[in-house]
């Protein structure tokens, strides 16, 4: 439903967001990172996308690009009020 909704509406980061857990949980990595990487382009302050993305380039290796998403995750807006969230993620 998530798939379908999402194509319904592709400028809409909602549909997508739900999907990168999803991706991860059922082992689709590639698909997890692809999905969350599209949320960040729609909206870069969601920090918690942020950090699932950093978490799973970190898994697959990707140190430098985990090391960027994990930042990006610590400088958002949202998290500004979480200290131990931006802590964690830095």
Do not use: C, M, N
């Amino acid at each position: 439903e998530y798939e379908a909704a999402a194509k319904l509406d592709p400028q809409s980061p909602e549909p997508l967001r739900p999907l990168v857990a999803l991706y991860a949980e059922l082992g689709r990595d590639p698909a997890a990172i692809r999905t969350a990487r599209r949320v960040l382009e729609l909206d870069p302050a969601d920090a918690d996308t942020a950090h699932a993305l950093g978490k799973l380039l970190f898994d697959a290796k990707q140190f430098a690009d985990a090391a960027a998403a994990l930042k990006q995750a610590a400088d958002s807006p949202r998290w500004a009020d979480e200290p131990a969230k931006r802590f964690g993620a830095l």
